[in-house]
């Protein structure tokens, strides 16, 4: 049996998708998937044995320079190997209109959320068979049911099993590594600078040794003014996913916000602890073993939104994180990371 599963991005859509394709495998022995991904993404796919193929595509750099992408071929590239081949089935896993798009210009049948349950209700009109799989559940659920729903089996009651195999412990570096995952898109997400500088001083204060990684120039920033204030802080070089899993996999444990690397962490198998404030960990997270959700406790959290409307008093913004100080969080994370 041959599947198409679209899932363009973001990182961690991408991994929360994984989960599902491991059911698939062990529910339909001999299934294969191919897999269209946004370019900067595409090694994960290929992590995962089920997959054959990876058709990268690269959406967010066409929408810059759309004469070029046409013009210099990629576009047509693309078109050609999405159409190369006709599938038993097509999932769109992302239920958005550009994902639907991609849908509907492959070949075979074409599946997906009803318009009740897709992020966006018209990309339910591409597909031609549409499943409702209620809303308000943990992403990697969603497509677990969406998958079992498409490909007729019944739906596992196992934990998830993301199923990847891309890194191993590099050997002497397991037992005092402790990776910071301290960017993420969302300015309502962000722990404070001074709290990360706190952190860092009660890791390497245990003997451990800081690492941060970081993908743009305020990341980078970040990084620096953090790594100045101890000793035993190794601000990482600019890194591939590929590379930053293996960074991953070597350490004792992660300390993160709620996006892609710290999910990557999780689905790595590597002991995590997660801090939340304004978003939850229901809606992003997939229960494992070896990770903590550290949630702040205060009035407006979660309060879900990119703006912080909060006009009151605080030592600390997002105010939310004054409840989620650094003692607090290395309590946990020590603890955690210790049973590794």
């Known amino acids: 049996m041959k599947v198409l599963i679209v899932k363009t991005s973001s990182l961690g ?24 991904v946004e370019e900067a993404f595409a090694e994960i796919p290929a992590w995962h044995p089920a997959v054959r193929r990876v058709i990268p595509v690269a959406l967010r750099r066409w929408r810059k320079q759309p004469v070029q992408a046409v013009c210099s071929g990629e576009w047509g590239r693309f078109r050609n190997a999405l159409r190369a081949d006709r599938y038993d089935r ?54 677990r049911q969406l998958f079992a729903a498409a490909l007729s089996y019944e739906l596992p009651t196992t934990a998830p099993e993301y199923g990847i195999r891309c890194a191993s412990p590099s050997p002497g570096n397991l037992s005092d590594k ?15 600078d001074e709290y990360w500088v706190q952190l860092a001083q009660l890791v390497t204060g245990a003997g451990l040794t800081v690492q941060l990684p970081w993908g743009s120039a305020g990341e980078l920033e970040r990084a ?40 990557l962490a999780i689905a790595l198998g590597v002991p995590t602890a997660t801090l939340y404030g304004a978003t939850r960990p229901e809606f992003t997270e997939t229960p494992a073993h070896g990770q903590r959700y550290i949630r702040a406790d205060f009035p407006c959290s979660p309060c879900m939104s990119r703006t912080c409307s909060y006009r009151g008093e ?21 603890e955690l990371f210790d049973a590794r």
């Open 13 to 36: 859509d991408v991994l929360h998708t994984l989960p599902a394709v491991t059911d698939a495998m062990l529910a339909r022995p001999g299934i294969q998937f191919d897999w269209v």
């Open 90 to 143: 097509i999932i769109d896993a992302q239920g958005l209109l550009k994902s639907a798009v991609f849908t509907r210009m492959a070949r075979g049948i074409r599946c997906g959320l009803d318009r009740h349950s897709a992020r966006e209700s018209l990309a339910a009109l591409a597909y031609q068979e549409r499943y409702a799989i209620p809303k308000g559940q943990q992403a990697s659920e969603r497509l």
């Open 178 to 192: 402790v990776v910071f995952v301290h960017g993420t898109t969302w300015s309502t997400k962000l722990w404070p």
């Open 224 to 263: 620096q003014r953090i790594a100045k204030t101890a000793h035993n802080i190794e601000v990482l070089p600019k890194m591939s996913i590929g590379q930053m899993a293996q960074v991953l996999a070597s350490a004792r444990g992660v300390v993160g916000l709620d996006t892609g690397l710290t999910y």
């Open 314 to 334: 605080s030592p600390v913004q997002p105010a939310c994180y004054q409840t989620l100080p650094p003692d607090t969080v290395w309590y946990t994370a020590r």
